[in-house]
């Protein structure tokens, strides 16, 4: 096999910077297109709150996702680190775990979520159960409204939209050629558009739900999200609410930033968010902490996740052609693992995992 390839990868959303990254790292030449602009990715990616929490995630998951978002853990502050010394840009990577909450009339809710979690869960030091103090000492933005609560220390996130303009600025540092505003269409060792096409040593097939006329059983699952700003709330981590109607997390960003979300609907449609959606994230909001009330709403935000039937990730390949897609609600938790999984495809060494 010829050491340096010529790859053409379709789709400029989380896969396909992350592959084209670690591709461009290895000194191939790499091309990258992408339907729309690169500055602002109309994929999943873009709204995704940025969660890396394969303890939260397994209660409702197959194991294989929690073992390979662990595996994940491991790569991210590796490949974060590399990223900021490549383009001295943050992504606000944080590791500073997840803490789950339910108000005293719900806290059924909170007991049944810990005991499905310990059912599940390899190790049982992995979470701990906190009370009043400790949500105080980790939350104090929660501390009068909550007596109890869980705390999952190994759980991170990442600054999705920081993370997403970072890579893009290392694509541009490598020398990959970058493809904007090309729907394009994938075939073994041939990416296709309107008006031409052209040959690569690999094509590679990462553009989520973009794949779905060519990938059976590949479906949208509508997600919500609400930006809202405020100076009278402040919260250290992700946190999540345990309520009977609906669930709610909220993920602190910059400048008194926090994304709200998320709904999960079986549609794979992209019109703005509804008014119960609103209702609903709001009043999930306003239950974690009256003051929120005052909060502006400065950003909604809605996409669709590519989802398989079995909602897990699933990578293919052909002479040529190499297709990954099914991320769902876990972009960011297994990327890592799934971009080692693609690169493994065509070259023998393990090295491109970690
Ligand atoms: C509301 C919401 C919250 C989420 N929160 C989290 C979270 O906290 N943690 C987590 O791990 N995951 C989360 N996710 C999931 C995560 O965003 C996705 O799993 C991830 O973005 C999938 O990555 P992808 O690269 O496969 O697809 P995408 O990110 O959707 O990117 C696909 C790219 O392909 C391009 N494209 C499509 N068709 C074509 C074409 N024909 N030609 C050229 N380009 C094309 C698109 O323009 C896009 O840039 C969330 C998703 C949503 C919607």
Redesign the pocket.
């Known amino acids: 096999m010829k050491s340096k390839l010529r790859i053409g990868l ?7 910077r992350l592959c084209a990254w670690r591709l461009a790292l290895r000194n191939h030449e790499v091309t990258l ?4 602009d690169f500055e602002r ?13 394969p303890l939260s995630e397994l209660v409702s998951a197959e194991p294989e996702v929690y073992h390979m978002g662990m595996r994940s853990l491991d790569i991210w502050p590796q490949w974060i680190a590399e990223l900021e010394r490549q383009t001295g840009m943050s992504a606000s990577y944080r590791q500073a775990g997840s803490v789950v909450v339910a108000h005293p009339l719900d806290k059924a809710e909170l007991a049944q979520f810990q005991c499905d979690l310990n059912a599940k869960l390899p190790a049982d030091d992995a979470l701990q159960w906190l009370d009043r103090e400790g949500v105080a000492k980790l939350e104090p933005g929660l501390a009068d409204h909550f007596e109890q609560g869980l705390y999952l220390p190994s759980e991170a ?1 990442v600054n ?1 939209r920081l993370l997403l303009n970072a890579l893009l600025a290392a694509l541009r540092q490598s020398g990959v050629r970058l493809v904007s505003d ?4 994938c075939s073994a060792h041939r990416m296709h558009w309107s008006s031409g096409s052209e040959r690569f040593d690999w094509v590679i097939d ?6 779905s006329r060519n990938m059976t059983g590949l479906r949208g699952v ?4 609400m930006i809202i700003e405020t100076s009278e709330v402040s919260l250290n981590r992700p946190v999540r609410l345990m309520h009977p109607r609906y669930k709610l997390y909220a ?1 602190p960003r910059l400048n008194g930033q926090i994304i709200i ?2 709904t999960e609907i079986e549609s794979a449609d992209m019109s703005p968010i509804s008014l119960q959606s609103t209702l609903e994230l709001s009043s999930a909001l306003y239950a974690l902490n009256p003051a929120f009330a005052e909060a502006r709403v400065v950003e909604t ?1 809605v ?4 989802a398989l039937p079995d909602n897990l990730p699933r990578v293919t390949r052909e002479p040529g052609l190499i297709c ?2 099914g ?9 890592p693992v799934v971009v080692g999984q693609v690169l493994d495809q065509f070259h023998s060494e393990k090295q491109y995992a970690a």
Do not use: K, Q
Request: net charge neutral; aromatic share 6%.
């Open positions: 379709a789709g400029g959303g989380l896969l396909g297109f992408d339907a729309g990715p109309g994929g999943a990616c873009w709204t995704a709150a940025g969660m890396i929490s996130d999705s090309t729907l394009v269409e990462v553009r989520g739900l973009g794949a509508r997600g919500e999200v993920v979300g998320a935000s996409n669709c996740r590519p990954a897609n991320l769902y609600r876990h972009g960011y938790l297994l990327g």
